[in-house]
């Protein structure tokens, strides 16, 4: 029985945000202002397509992009399946062909997934390990673009560890091999400075409810000249980069989500990290017997991985639902699956400790307060599970 002061603590904002209010109301406003298709040549078509083209300016300037180089979607799933699918048709259209392809072994599904259907048609993949703390080495990935690859992509910063990737260094070794690369940043927006005229990223992925915007919109940054085909064919919506009718209410709250994160981002990201930081050594001073998954500095500011020894991740996600707090035990889109994190797995953690780890993520609606109440339900929750499962 949910016995918390509180009606929910929400400990999951890498798998969605809550809507802020000031992005709900931009929505609103789309919804009750613009009744026309943007693509339409009358004056409501007008009004529409002027504030899709706000909200593309919006998201550029997020990144340092140009607005023409913002293609709209359904979120970094249709992004990062654009991006891989489209670059190496595009290459091959461009008669460049893409035949090669380089990534690291803890990306998001919605890349593992498009790498291994391309690699199903004939595409070499190259997968790199990780360290121990989460970290790409630089020198294996320097090794493969020896050979050349035609495309690179590596993930801004990881979605179950928070451990960021040296995304700089990485474009510099793909630009020096001359290779595209691409990375999906839907964890990073918002919450670590991203500037594509300052790192040679070719493609990058976001998406808009990971960062207090509404779910169902995203978009995929694409680099003048790079050679992009389509996934979908029909009108010459997005510059032919994208048909049909774009969401323009999910633009819309994309583009105001990335207006606040510009302005508030790195005040927000500094509270993150603190009750992040409050979080875990709350954790360890009351909970024996755990470990914190991927390195510590240099990361997201508001993840926190934590393994409980001798407690199934499953068990203590659903004692802790019971009581009011929502957590998760890796990627949303691989909840229910009973296999270990691919993640901590690449990271050389044995599958039976894997199983017994937790993700906990901050932001808008945590704070103190809420912290220091799941602190007081944790120990009690551990060790009845310990209790319950016998001798280890």
Known sequence: ????????????????????????????????????????????????RSALEQAREQVAALIGARPDEIVFTSGATESNGLALHGLVRGSAEAAGAARRAVTSAVEHPSVAEPLAALEDDGLEITRLAVGADGRLDLASLEAALRDGPALVSIQHANHETGVRQPLAAIAASAKQRGAWLHSDASQALGRLPIDVGSVAVDLLSGSA?????????????VRRGVPLAPLLRGGPQERRRRAGTPSLVGAVGLGA???LARREGARRAAESARLRDRLWEGIVAKVPGVVRHGAATDALPHVLNVEFRDVAGEALLAALDLEGVAVSTGAACSSGSLEPSPVLLAMGVPPARARCAIRLSVGLGVDDAKVDHVLTLLPDLVARIRAAAGPA
């Open 257 to 259: 989500a990335c207006a």
């Open 209 to 221: 409810h990971k960062l207090n915007g509404p779910k169902g919109a995203g978009f995929l940054y």
């Open 1 to 48: 029985m949910d016995s918390s002061p509180f009606p929910r603590i929400y400990l999951d904002h890498c798998a969605s945000t809550p809507l802020d209010p000031e992005v709900e109301e931009a929505c609103i406003r789309a919804l009750r202002d613009h009744a026309g298709n943007p693509s339409s040549l009358h004056a409501e078509g007008a009004a529409a």
